[in-house]
């Protein structure tokens, strides 16, 4: 700084003086010189507030031009009100004290709680005791109470939709889950909300807001809902609880009686179907056995045509053969033969006829029809 008159040979004297008292080095002991004879002269000249505002503008215009971006945001500029350009994540410049960014997590997964809020999520997770009947209380189909909650996990698709096409978007967000849950609620029976009905109503919930999202172009996406809870009213739990109870017996009633009747029924099926096939055999049995005598005698008899004495006496000899087989004990007496009483063992036959075999062996058909 040049100064001229007596103030100017006292800066200069003192500027001799200063000098004097760092040794002539080079490097940064020079640089520190240099700096510390600056600021003597600022100092001395008056104008301290004018270097510092100084320093002060050129510190908030370098914060004003560089920003950093995360790696799960985008940056979005703009520039008095008006979009101009999307940013990835780093280190990125813009124009100072006239643009403007909006860091967007575009990468990372955002939710909405309806009907509970969580006040501390962790390893023991609490949730906020405030009322928040006003959301989860919606009527069924049937007209009954039920009281839904649920989470609806999102991400940011589109920056600039996000930002720019719809107002107080969580706001609205929020209002239309809730239209559709009610929606799809109101379609379905108390019975079906509570219990089997649960994936199909998260998966028609989802559907629905993905339609609305996109006819509204608020730049988000859908990825899952989820039913956290869903039961009756706390006034009727206790008849809520004594109509599962009895469901629930009606149900295993209804399965014991299903399980004996599998017991029972097909077991007579198959006793049935065992005696229709006994009578099936019997029957072929006795048609095969008349079919067999019947072949057997035309074939006597057509031997007793060509042969009959032949035949005869063959006939005659095979009864025989049959009927003295179970006679027991045998005794030929002549004709002639006198006094034979002595001779007869009677305990000895009676013995033999008792001990010989009773057999049945079917009459031979003689022709003519004689047995």
């Given at each position: 700084?040049?100064?001229?008159?007596?103030?100017?040979?006292?800066?200069?004297?003192?500027?001799?003086?200063?000098?004097?008292?760092?040794?002539?080095?080079?490097?940064?002991?020079?640089?520190?010189?240099?700096?510390?004879?600056?600021?003597?002269?600022?100092?001395?000249?008056?104008?301290?507030?004018?270097?510092?505002?100084?320093?002060?503008?050129?510190?908030?215009?370098?914060?004003?031009?560089?920003?950093?971006?995360?790696?799960?945001?985008?940056?979005?500029?703009?520039?008095?009100?008006?979009?101009?350009?999307?940013?990835?994540?780093?280190?990125?410049?813009?124009?100072p004290f006239l643009e403007q960014v909006y860091r967007i997590p575009v990468q990372r997964q955002l939710k909405e709680e309806f009907?509970?809020?969580?006040?501390?999520?962790?390893?023991?997770?609490?949730?906020?005791?405030?009322?928040?009947?006003?959301?989860?209380?919606?009527?069924?189909?049937?007209?009954?109470?039920?009281?839904?909650?649920?989470?609806?996990?999102?991400?940011?698709?589109?920056?600039?939709?996000?930002?720019?096409?719809?107002?107080?978007?969580?706001?609205?967000?929020?209002?239309?889950?809730?239209?559709?849950?009610?929606?799809?609620?109101?379609?379905?029976?108390?019975?079906?909300?509570?219990?089997?009905g649960r994936q199909a109503i998260e998966t028609r919930v989802e559907e629905l807001l993905r339609e609305l999202t996109q006819q509204?172009?608020?730049?988000?996406?859908?990825?899952?809902?989820?039913?956290?809870?869903?039961?009756?009213?706390?006034?009727?739990?206790?008849?809520?609880?004594?109509?599962?109870?009895?469901?629930?017996?009606?149900?295993?009633?209804?399965?014991?009686?299903?399980?004996?009747?599998?017991?029972?029924?097909?077991?007579?099926?198959?006793?049935?179907?065992?005696?229709?096939?006994?009578?099936?055999?019997?029957?072929?049995?006795?048609?095969?056995?008349?079919?067999?005598?019947?072949?057997?005698?035309?074939?006597?008899?057509?031997?007793?045509?060509?042969?009959?004495?032949?035949?005869?006496?063959?006939?005659?000899?095979?009864?025989?053969?049959?009927?003295?087989?179970?006679?027991?004990?045998?005794?030929?007496?002549?004709?002639?033969?006198?006094?034979?009483?002595?001779?007869?063992?009677?305990?000895?036959?009676?013995?033999?006829?008792?001990?010989?075999?009773?057999?049945?062996?079917?009459?031979?058909?003689?022709?003519?029809?004689?047995?």
């Amino acid at each position: 700084m040049d100064e001229s008159g007596d103030n100017g040979n006292k800066y200069d004297d003192d500027d001799e003086h200063e000098f004097r008292r760092y040794p002539r080095v080079s490097g940064v002991d020079r640089f520190l010189r240099d700096v510390e004879a600056v600021r003597a002269r600022v100092l001395r000249s008056g104008r301290p507030v004018v270097w510092g505002l100084g320093l002060v503008l050129m510190a908030a215009g370098l914060f004003s031009t560089l920003y950093q971006v995360q790696p799960e945001e985008v940056g979005v500029v703009v520039r008095f009100g008006k979009y101009m350009r999307t940013t990835e994540p780093g280190l990125r410049m813009k124009i100072p004290f006239l643009e403007q960014v909006y860091r967007i997590p575009v990468q990372r997964q955002l939710k909405e709680e309806f009907g509970f809020r969580t006040a501390d999520a962790g390893v023991r997770t609490t949730f906020s005791k405030a009322d928040f009947s006003s959301e989860s209380m919606m009527l069924t189909g049937d007209l009954n109470v039920a009281v839904v909650e649920w989470i609806v996990q999102y991400r940011v698709a589109d920056p600039y939709l996000y930002l720019f096409k719809v107002r107080n978007i969580t706001e609205t967000f929020r209002a239309m889950n809730e239209a559709v849950m009610r929606q799809v609620v109101g379609d379905r029976t108390v019975t079906e909300v509570l219990t089997v009905g649960r994936q199909a109503i998260e998966t028609r919930v989802e559907e629905l807001l993905r339609e609305l999202t996109q006819q509204y172009q608020l730049g988000i996406t859908i990825e899952q809902v989820v039913l956290q809870d869903v039961n009756p009213p706390d006034p009727v739990k206790p008849s809520w609880d004594e109509v599962n109870q009895a469901q629930q017996q009606r149900d295993r009633l209804i399965n014991e009686a299903r399980g004996e009747y599998n017991k029972v029924i097909p077991r007579a099926k198959g006793e049935a179907q065992q005696a229709v096939l006994e009578a099936e055999g019997y029957s072929l049995n006795r048609v095969n056995r008349a079919q067999g005598e019947s072949a057997r005698f035309r074939s006597v008899q057509e031997a007793y045509q060509r042969a009959p004495d032949v035949t005869r006496r063959r006939l005659h000899l095979e009864t025989m053969e049959r009927v003295l087989t179970r006679s027991g004990g045998k005794l030929l007496v002549d004709a002639d033969a006198r006094g034979i009483l002595p001779l007869l063992p009677l305990d000895g036959l009676r013995t033999a006829g008792a001990q010989a075999p009773r057999v049945e062996p079917p009459a031979p058909v003689v022709p003519g029809g004689v047995r």
